[in-house]
């Protein structure tokens, strides 16, 4: 429990972290949490019954299939990390408003529900404060599919005599309007293209699973996707969430930063390519296997200068966890943020515990410095969490860290995986 108010007084969890270590030994990735956020509602597409397998145990999960069973899919959990969901018989398209506000990707019901029920209403979606997240271009590709979508009253409705396949351009390129784009055409009569689209590998993990389930998508991963629309998807299918590119970066960071030696297991290497390639640059050693990356660094790493882009570029998911690698870096870094307005709150969280970095909105200034030193600091976001764990783990003295709800949201037992490599890291509860 994040938080609760009992008699005026507010209990916060929060994570106690003892620095100085260097992490070594063997981690485990989970399954991507921003591919099953999209899985776990395109099934509402299909007439049958899924068994879906290496779903990360997350808040954002056990939220989404609250949801999913208020529309009517049966759900079962024969283990922690497996799930059956029976979606042959929905009994609504409207999802409880109250609880699609607390996460971003509750806007991928629009785009199954649309394409299943020809109508959907949810709340507009919440998620991490990283400036403003509009779904103009999700909007855009449901129109151009006969949709007719309003946003009224802090909730999204969108309605459909039929859909009918057609070509879309994005303006920008977006994970969520692609992949909503192709939930929407799925069923839709006759053929839709989306030009410009995302490549994550969640895109493609999403096309895989509903070509498993009988649609026909040809294309994910490029920039043009192929959707020619089938009459119903009824399948009973077995599927495996594909491994976390985001938790995987996020460790071989942490190794970079903490001079240690990690090898990630259970990831796809070349999901990471950008990353592999800037730990090169900063001084650090990789080594890839089929399925698991070495990495390990023996000095500070050297400056760098980074600029997220849109995949196969640097990922604005990784940004928080290599800034802290560049605030104990030899020399001045600079990190260009061209995916969201706001990503760089996590650094005056950084700055209580003795780094020197300017945030300059779209872009901060990271003045290397020799050593970090504890400090309480909040989560801004679940990377920025992240990030900060790393950053405990690297000071002088202890360091407290609250808002963990942010973290919860998207890192499986994430204390216990550190741990494991040698943290001294510990979960409380205490009155704030
Ligand atoms: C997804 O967010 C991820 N979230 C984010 O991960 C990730 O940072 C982001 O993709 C980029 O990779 C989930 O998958 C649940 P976008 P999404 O649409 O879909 C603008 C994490 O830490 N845009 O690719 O919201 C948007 O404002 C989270 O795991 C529009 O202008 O990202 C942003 O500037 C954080 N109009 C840019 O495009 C739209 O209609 C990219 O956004 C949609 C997006």
């Excluded at 009973?236 to 903490?258: C, H, K, R, W």
């Excluded at 070349?270 to 399925?291: F, Y």
């Amino acid at each position: 429990m994040e938080f609760c108010k009992f008699m005026g007084v507010i209990i916060l969890d929060k994570l106690v972290i003892k620095g100085g270590t260097r992490l070594k030994g063997e981690v485990s990735i989970s399954g991507a949490k921003n591919a099953v956020l999209a899985l776990l509602p395109a099934t509402l597409l299909n007439e049958g019954v899924c068994t879906i397998n290496n779903i990360p145990n997350i808040s954002d999960v056990k939220i989404l299939c609250s949801i999913l069973q208020e529309l009517g899919a049966v759900i079962t959990w024969p283990t922690p990390n497996e799930i059956t969901i029976d979606t042959r018989h929905l009994i609504s398209h409207e999802a409880p408003l109250e609880m699609t506000s607390k996460f971003r990707a509750s806007y991928y019901l629009l785009g199954s529900l649309l394409g299943r029920c020809h109508a959907a209403t949810i709340g507009l979606p919440g998620g991490c404060n990283l400036g403003p997240r509009p779904i103009d271009q999700h909007i855009k590709g449901f129109e151009a599919l006969g949709a007719k979508v309003e946003v009224t009253q802090g909730k999204i409705v969108a309605k459909a005599k039929k859909l009918i396949g057609n070509p879309v351009y994005l303006d920008i390129v977006s994970v969520g309007a692609t992949i909503n784009i192709m939930l929407a055409s799925v069923l839709a009569e006759g053929t839709t293209v989306i030009d410009n689209a995302a490549k994550e590998p969640h895109v493609v993990d999403v096309a895989n699973f509903l070509n498993t389930m009988g649609a026909d998508i040809r294309g994910a991963g490029t920039d043009i996707i192929k959707i020619n629309g089938v009459k119903k998807l009824q399948s009973n299918v077995t599927y495996s969430v594909v491994p976390d590119q985001i938790e995987a970066g996020t460790f071989m960071l942490a190794a970079v930063a903490t001079r240690g030696d990690l090898v990630i297991k259970n990831c796809i290497p070349e999901h990471l390519d950008c990353l592999t390639a800037k730990i090169i640059e900063m001084g650090g050693n990789v080594e890839i296997e089929d399925d698991s990356i070495h990495v390990w660094m023996k000095d500070r790493p050297n400056k760098a200068i980074i600029k997220t882009q849109p995949y196969p570029g640097f990922p604005t998911d990784l940004q928080p966890q290599i800034g802290v690698c560049l605030a104990i870096s030899n020399g001045t870094s600079i990190i260009n943020e061209s995916i969201f307005e706001s990503r760089f709150q996590y650094t005056a969280e950084l700055n209580k515990m003795g780094a020197k970095i300017i945030d300059q909105g779209k872009s901060a200034i990271f003045e290397g410095v020799k050593e970090l030193y504890g400090s309480s600091v909040e989560a801004t976001d679940l990377r920025a969490g992240a990030a900060l764990i790393i950053a405990g783990i690297v000071a002088n003295g202890e360091t407290k860290l609250s808002n963990l709800n942010h973290i919860d949201r998207g890192y499986e037992n994430i204390e216990e995986k550190f741990r494991k490599i040698g943290a001294n890291i510990v979960r409380i509860t205490e009155e704030d």
